[in-house]
């Protein structure tokens, strides 16, 4: 022990003399590499931003509601290219109780850089929200219905609530700064300073700890990972009207060609949008014209046209 801490100190020591002789050698590039560590750092204390939060449901283990709520944080990388994994960092499950209301609210959080380049693209959207919907089944074991639909709300909770779960999760590496000083070695450093004097080496955690799954740190997943691209279906969608034309419900028809069960159709109604899911062959959302009432929303399945009829009368 006492030698291994010797040898640390001794790294530790050489990499302070190195920078020495780069600031007397080569001042520009020791003003970078200083200018580089503190931009770095002044990011640390940046708050997680919600983006949007999704609902769904956790089916195994136990069957109950699921909150996901997706922000960007700085202190997620960004991914080195298009054709690289996807870092992301999925916080601990926590089970809420609001009145009669029993529910679960898991944090994700990606680069900020990743969510802005999905922008107003729902479908690049869709691929961000189910790579962390497939994070969350393999880091937590859990089995997730892939039918969501967004919240109102862009966040379930505080984000202070959500930086302190997130922050719990990085916390929870064992000497995660030993093991990073262990990395940079006095070799490392010497031969970038000279084979490269404007790229300075970064401190980087062990692969190991990056996508344990024990701590899940960080994931990264790749994008071809996910399932596969649903089809939207064909579909009609028109308002009822009685005899003075005052609307009174919306009516929906999907045809669902290849379905003969309507066990097999997930459907989730809010005031506002629809969403029907079969699983890994169709996936409809749909933003409504009118607030209907939910709970007087019902459906039935024709099986002889495979189609599904969905009646939600308006508020």
Same mark, same amino acid.
């Given at each position: 022990?006492?030698?291994?801490?010797?040898?640390?100190?001794?790294?530790?020591?050489?990499?302070?003399?190195?920078?020495?002789?780069?600031?007397?050698?080569?001042?520009?590039?020791?003003?970078?590499?200083?200018?580089?560590?503190?931009?770095?750092?002044?990011?640390?204390?940046?708050?997680?931003?919600?983006?949007?939060?999704?609902?769904?449901?956790?089916?195994?283990?136990?069957?109950?509601?699921?909150?996901?709520?997706?922000?960007?944080?700085?202190?997620?990388?960004?991914?080195?290219?298009?054709?690289?994994?996807?870092?992301?960092?999925?916080? &601990?499950? #926590?089970?809420?109780? +609001?009145?009669?209301?029993?529910? $679960? /609210?898991?944090?994700?959080?990606?680069? !900020?850089?990743? *969510?802005?380049?999905?922008?107003?693209?729902?479908?690049?959207?869709?691929?961000?929200?189910?790579?962390?919907?497939?994070?969350?089944?393999?880091?937590?074991?859990?089995?997730?219905?892939?039918?969501?639909?967004?919240?109102?709300?862009?966040?379930?909770?505080?984000?202070?609530?959500?930086?302190?779960?997130?922050?719990?999760?990085?916390?929870?590496?064992?000497?995660?700064?030993?093991?990073? &000083?262990? #990395?940079?070695?006095? +070799?490392?450093?010497?031969?970038? $300073? /000279?084979?490269?004097?404007?790229?300075? !080496?970064?401190? *980087?955690?062990?692969?190991?700890?990056?996508?344990?799954?024990?701590?899940?740190?960080?994931?990264?997943?790749?994008?071809?990972?996910?399932?596969?691209?649903?089809?939207?279906?064909?579909?009609?969608?028109?308002?009822?009207?009685?005899?003075?034309?005052?609307?009174?419900?919306?009516?929906?028809?999907?045809?669902?060609?290849?379905?003969?069960?309507?066990?097999?159709?997930?459907?989730?109604?809010?005031?506002?949008?629809?969403?029907?899911?079969?699983?890994?062959?169709?996936?409809?959302?749909?933003?409504?014209?009118?607030?209907?009432?939910?709970?007087?929303?019902?459906?039935?399945?024709?099986?002889?046209?495979?189609?599904?009829?969905?009646?939600?009368?308006?508020?």
């Amino acid at each position: 022990m006492q030698s291994s801490s010797k040898g640390l100190l001794t790294q530790v020591t050489q990499f302070w003399n190195l920078l020495d002789d780069l600031a007397e050698s080569n001042p520009e590039s020791y003003r970078k590499f200083i200018q580089q560590q503190l931009a770095q750092g002044s990011q640390l204390p940046a708050d997680p931003e919600p983006q949007l939060c999704l609902q769904t449901r956790i089916l195994k283990p136990k069957e109950k509601v699921l909150f996901i709520n997706l922000c960007q944080w700085k202190r997620i990388p960004a991914p080195q290219s298009t054709s690289h994994p996807v870092p992301l960092s999925v916080g &601990r499950p #926590e089970d809420i109780s +609001e009145a009669s209301d029993v529910y $679960t /609210v898991i944090d994700v959080a990606y680069n !900020p850089g990743v *969510l802005q380049a999905a922008g107003k693209d729902q479908g690049k959207k869709d691929q961000l929200i189910r790579m962390a919907m497939q994070c969350i089944e393999e880091q937590l074991q859990y089995t997730l219905s892939y039918s969501y639909h967004i919240t109102k709300s862009r966040i379930k909770g505080s984000i202070q609530r959500m930086k302190h779960n997130l922050m719990g999760i990085q916390a929870d590496a064992t000497d995660l700064r030993g093991k990073m &000083r262990k #990395e940079l070695t006095l +070799e490392q450093i010497r031969s970038s $300073t /000279v084979s490269n004097p404007h790229h300075f !080496p970064q401190l *980087l955690l062990p692969k190991d700890q990056v996508s344990s799954k024990a701590g899940c740190l960080i994931e990264e997943i790749s994008s071809k990972d996910i399932p596969a691209e649903m089809k939207k279906p064909a579909h009609e969608l028109k308002i009822v009207a009685d005899q003075n034309e005052k609307p009174l419900k919306i009516e929906l028809k999907v045809e669902l060609p290849g379905v003969n069960s309507v066990s097999l159709c997930d459907l989730s109604v809010s005031g506002d949008d629809l969403l029907i899911e079969v699983s890994e062959k169709y996936r409809l959302h749909l933003n409504l014209p009118e607030s209907v009432d939910t709970e007087m929303t019902t459906a039935k399945f024709i099986k002889e046209k495979a189609t599904l009829i969905v009646t939600m009368p308006l508020v």
